[in-house]
């Protein structure tokens, strides 16, 4: 599943590139994120993103790559991961772009998500929400977070 | 297989609620077991804890008073389809229920169950809410009522705090002249969109219409701006406002595209349903003089 | 684990067992009881070829836990024929040809016995409802339909063999 979000956040364009390798500020965006580690600094990363819905726990170690960089207006990443307990695979593939619109930034966040195994079939709706949301979620954060500062 | 649980039976509903207390997020009720026995053997979920509802006596059955239909939240599906007291004051939840699913989950899965597991592409939850049913929750030492609607918080999820039994489901009669009916479509194992209304007409003008829709959104609920399209409208002229109402429900049904469909495919089935229920609930008034 | 000590009658038979909470209605009669007639398809709930009759009743043993049989009755396709007398159900389905690679068989046929037993003289509108969650990947239904028709009329004494 394709999620696009676009927001407009009230800091120059160099600012908001910085921070999105401010990693562990990065990861504190991402909604039930936690465990954040660098393995090489602007490549790899690691990370666990739990979740639930009802009774349904889902716990993901992702591993995140970092496919391509377009400094200062362009990123690429890949993250993936397998739950621990349930059989369902988790990738994603995250294209971040940053552009100057006017004294602000817009940044744009288009996320290809799939959820493989069972928790892909069984639990297909409930992702298909889920992952609008967290697109969502992240997006509202990296601006508040931009414009606290700013 | 599934994995190992140990199972408790309790005889009353504080014990019930006690063991749920003190096991916590380990436990979890158990009646027909039709979704929760499903889940666990597919290894989305596992309780080390079971507490048997089935157990404790006057959970289950249908009673009719002054009208008003009260069911245990352990009756079956089955049950309710075939109860005389129900096929007889309150046919379209009779219908509903024979529909649920298939004949092997309706005599062992109960209303309760499938209410409180709260799985979105469900029937039960959708059809009740345009009876203004409230539900009956108890725990030890205490009880409340709410209306149903407040159930559903989200997909899988009900208002029920952790020691929190669903013990009945009341049912109250609708107006003379009046008539409920629920359609749903699906074409995977679960319906993908449910649509049930209720009309009340008086001197050849729709005095109430009730819409809800279900399976769409992450809860079923009451569409109350799409029912206020509805209302007043001479019985005779309602076509626009149907479509209307239709588009209304439809959006605020609040659709994802998944497997069950587009969104805009969901949206549209919405206002076709709606249609459609609208004319069966029109003829059912128009075949009987109460109901 | 505390386990479940149980009185079953399974097909007649009475059984005297001990089985943990957790173990399936599917997994007793197959595994503890050697009855393969009973068969798992879908394992969840939706295709009927685990059908079996709880007091009368069609349920699939694929999710019911098996402690639920306590102090009931179950009946398995082996609990229909006697030798080699076939049920009325299953003589019907062998003349109508109401089965190909058989395997939704067993479940077909305890279905249309719980079908029959609570309403002798269904109409095939009836018999399409109740079996909808019977599922044949084979033989499309027609013939289904036909044999359980048929053995609705010669299990309640009407005259056989009309309208074929």
């Known amino acids: 599943m394709k ?22 500020r990065l990861a504190g965006c991402i909604p039930g994120a936690r ?44 993250a993936n991961g397998r739950d621990t307990a349930v059989d369902g695979l988790v990738k994603v593939d995250l294209d971040v772009t940053v552009t100057p619109a006017e004294t602000e930034t817009a940044l744009k966040v288009a996320a290809d998500i799939s959820v493989l195994g069972k928790l892909g079939t069984l639990g297909h709706s409930v992702i298909v929400r889920k992952g609008t949301d967290i697109v969502d979620r992240f997006a509202q954060a990296v601006r508040a977070q931009l414009e606290a500062k700013a | 297989m599934l994995r190992p649980f140990e199972l408790s039976e309790p005889t009353s509903v504080a014990e019930a609620s006690e063991l749920l207390a003190r096991h916590g997020d380990a436990a979890r009720i158990y009646a027909g077991g039709t979704e929760l026995i499903l889940v666990m053997k597919e290894g989305l979920v596992h309780y080390e804890h079971l507490v048997n509802v089935k157990t404790i006596p006057g959970l289950a059955g249908v009673r009719l008073d002054a009208g008003t239909l009260r069911l245990g939240a352990a009756t079956s599906h089955r049950a309710l389809e075939r109860d005389p007291l129900v096929r007889q004051h309150f046919p379209a939840v009779a219908r509903m229920e024979a529909d649920v699913a298939n004949v092997r989950v309706r005599e062992v899965g109960t209303l309760g169950g499938n209410l409180c597991f709260a ?8 059809l009740l809410q345009v009876f203004d ?24 999820e009900t208002c029920l705090e952790g020691d929190e039994l669903l013990t009945e489901i009341v049912v109250p009669p609708l107006p003379s002249r009046s008539a409920a009916a629920y359609l749903k479509f699906g074409f995977l194992e679960r319906p993908s969109v449910g649509v049930a209304v209720a009309v009340t007409l008086d001197d050849g003008h729709v005095a109430d219409a009730r819409i809800a829709v279900g399976c769409v959104g992450p809860v079923p609920r009451r569409m109350r ?32 595209t998944d497997l069950h469909g587009s969104a805009e495919y969901k949206e549209h089935l919405v206002g076709v349903l709606l249609r459609r229920a609208w004319d069966q609930a029109l003829a059912a008034i128009d075949g009987s003089p109460r109901r | 684990m505390k386990e479940i000590a149980m009185t079953v009658i399974v097909n007649g038979d009475k059984h005297d067992l001990t089985v943990p909470p957790h173990e399936t209605l599917i997994e007793c009669l197959r595994d503890r009881l050697g009855l393969l007639g009973v ?13 079996v ?21 179950v009946r398995t396709i082996e609990g229909l024929a006697r030798g080699d007398d076939l049920h009325p159900v299953q003589e019907a389905f062998v003349e109508h040809g109401a089965l190909q690679c058989g395997f939704c068989t067993p479940g077909m046929i305890m279905a249309t016995v719980a079908l029959i037993n609570e309403n002798p ?28 028709l048929d053995a609705s009329r010669r299990m309640s004494g009407a005259s056989a063999g009309n309208g074929r």
């Open chain 2, 133 to 156: 049913a409230t539900a009956r929750i108890e725990k030890k030492g205490s009880a409340r009522t709410i209306p149903l609607e407040g159930l559903f918080v989200g997909p899988f």
């Open chain 3, 121 to 148: 003289r269904p109409t095939a509108d009836e018999v399409k409802h109740y079996m909808r969650g019977n599922i044949c990947r084979c033989t499309g239904y027609k013939r289904i339909l036909e044999a359980i």
């Open chain 3, 53 to 73: 009759l709880l007091d009368d009743r069609p349920v699939s043993a694929c999710t019911v836990l098996a402690f639920e049989a306590r102090g009931r009755s």
């Open chain 1, 35 to 78: 465990d954040v580690r660098t393995i090489e600094e602007r490549k790899t990363y690691t990370a666990v993103v739990a979740d639930k819905v009802g009774p349904f726990k889902v716990q993901f170690p992702l591993t995140i790559e970092v496919v391509d960089v377009q400094a200062p207006e362009r990123l690429r990443v890949r």
């Open chain 1, 3 to 24: 999620v696009e979000r676009e927001v407009t956040i009230a800091a120059p364009r160099e600012t908001v590139w910085d921070f999105l390798w401010d990693v562990p």
């Open chain 2, 225 to 256: 701006e799409a029912e206020a399209e509805l209302r007043g409208k001479p019985r005779t002229e309602t076509g626009a406002a149907l479509a209307t109402a239709g588009r209304i429900a439809g959006r605020a049904a609040d659709a994802i």
């Open chain 2, 119 to 126: 799985e979105p592409h469900a029937d039960p939850g959708t």
């Open chain 3, 39 to 51: 068969k798992k398809s879908c394992d969840v709930q939706v295709c009927g070829t685990c059908t």
